[in-house]
């Protein structure tokens, strides 16, 4: 919708209304109410607009992470589903970027009325990155939520349908047959345009780059403490199995628990795909799944995931684990996994239910687990 039939609203890659969600009141005078307060609160979020942004991604990122949050408590959950017990009570941080008369609204403004509808866009703790191979272009996914008086909305909302479909035949009238049922138009060159596409996804590689780590004479296994200090913008999994690994520690419980096993600092102004990463890493041999290996890109504030693997039953077979290979990642399905442009820094991370037989970190529920070292080879692209 936004790429491809709304064009022109995708502001600086975010789409601003992945998550959405309406909220009805009965007076235009709480509309006021409730946007005066974001406004006052946020008020340093809006100037300059963020879709006047013109920096890079790790720039953007800063932007927004330096933002002012409205900051709100979560209810104390009383389920025990373990996620929502990590949650209870909890401060979360709504990043919000924008406050706006919804654009139905404008002849109550022009007419010198208080709008009924009110369009806040937020991010919820850190923008969501979402990563377009084989380029690593990118988009930011942020929340919306509909402020409005309920009559108006209810109104607004039956003649919807017919809206929407002419908005998209407006954009893509090649869509058509879909919508009627009927065959594609034979004039739709389909060939042309799947030539294009495999033309833009080769890439030309100037020359190769090498990272490793040999922990064979002293091989890493868990201890708690370890977890990474960054959000990963990609990844909320991840982000709630720090959490309860950093409030659990080295406790018996049967959460998962995250450690950082290496990092590695790449040039920020390079833009580069990965060919292999092989990761020497086993565990005590038995029992289910135990640990998911995470390769990161630390991109200004946040990091994002860029390839992963379970150490799984036919894993344990191998002398190292790839991640990627002859620039195949295998858990995108993809060729050609390209670093966003701006990354400092590589990590790699395990997740699991980690824990060690004797010493520090014991834990008798925990798998054990020893970390040998990696090797990942990195293509230098040229820029067109």
Same mark, same amino acid.
């Given at each position: ?170 954009? $893509?009238? +090649? !869509?058509?047959? &879909? =919508? *009627? /049922? ?8 389909? #060939? ?125 077979? $191998?002398? +190292? !684990?790839?991640? &990627? =290979? *002859? /620039? ?8 050609? #996994? ?47």
């Amino acid at each position: 919708n936004k790429l491809f039939v709304r064009r022109g609203q995708t502001a600086v890659n975010i789409v601003g209304d992945a998550i959405r969600s309406t909220l009805l009141v009965d007076h235009e005078d709480d509309v006021e109410k409730i946007t005066s307060m974001i406004e006052e609160v946020c008020s340093r979020n809006f100037k300059p607009k963020l879709k006047d942004f013109t920096g890079s991604l790790p720039e953007l990122l800063e932007r927004i992470h330096d933002m002012d949050p409205l900051t709100l408590k979560m209810p104390n959950f009383t389920s025990g589903e373990m996620l929502e017990a990590y949650l209870s009570g909890r401060d979360v941080r709504f990043l919000i970027y924008r406050s706006k008369p919804n654009s139905s609204q404008m002849d109550r403004i022009k007419n010198g009325l208080k709008p009924h509808l009110v369009n806040v866009n937020f991010f919820i703790d850190h923008p969501h990155v979402h990563l377009a191979n084989p380029d690593s272009s990118y988009l930011l996914a942020a929340c919306e939520i509909q402020i409005g008086v309920k009559e108006t909305v209810d109104g607004l909302r039956q003649d919807h349908t017919p809206y929407e479909r002419a908005r998209l035949l407006d954009g $893509l009238p +090649s !869509i058509k047959h &879909v =919508l *009627d /049922g009927s065959p594609p138009h034979p004039s739709i060159a389909y #060939s042309l345009v799947k030539s294009a596409m495999i033309n833009h996804c080769r890439k030309k590689i100037s020359k190769f780059h090498y990272l490793s780590d040999d922990k064979n004479s002293d091989p890493t296994s868990w201890t708690s403490g370890g977890e990474p200090d960054l959000l990963c913008a990609n990844n909320d999994v991840l982000n709630f199995n720090t959490i309860a690994s950093k409030e659990d520690g080295a406790s018996e419980g049967y959460s998962n628990k995250v450690q950082l096993l290496w990092e590695g600092a790449v040039d920020a102004d390079v833009a580069y795909v990965l060919e292999e990463v092989s990761v020497r890493i086993n565990d005590q041999g038995w029992g289910n799944t135990s640990i998911n290996i995470q390769l990161h890109a630390q991109v200004g504030p946040y990091t994002l995931e860029i390839a992963s693997r379970f150490l799984d039953v036919g894993e344990r077979e $191998l002398d +190292s !684990i790839h991640l &990627v =290979l *002859d /620039g195949y990642n295998f858990s995108r399905f993809v060729h050609h #996994s390209c670093l966003p442009l701006g990354t400092t820094k590589l990590l790699l991370i395990a997740v699991g239910w980690l824990g060690r037989s004797e010493g520090e970190g014991f834990r008798m529920n925990g798998h054990t687990f020893e970390y040998h070292g990696l090797s990942i080879k990195l293509g230098e692209l040229l820029i067109d």
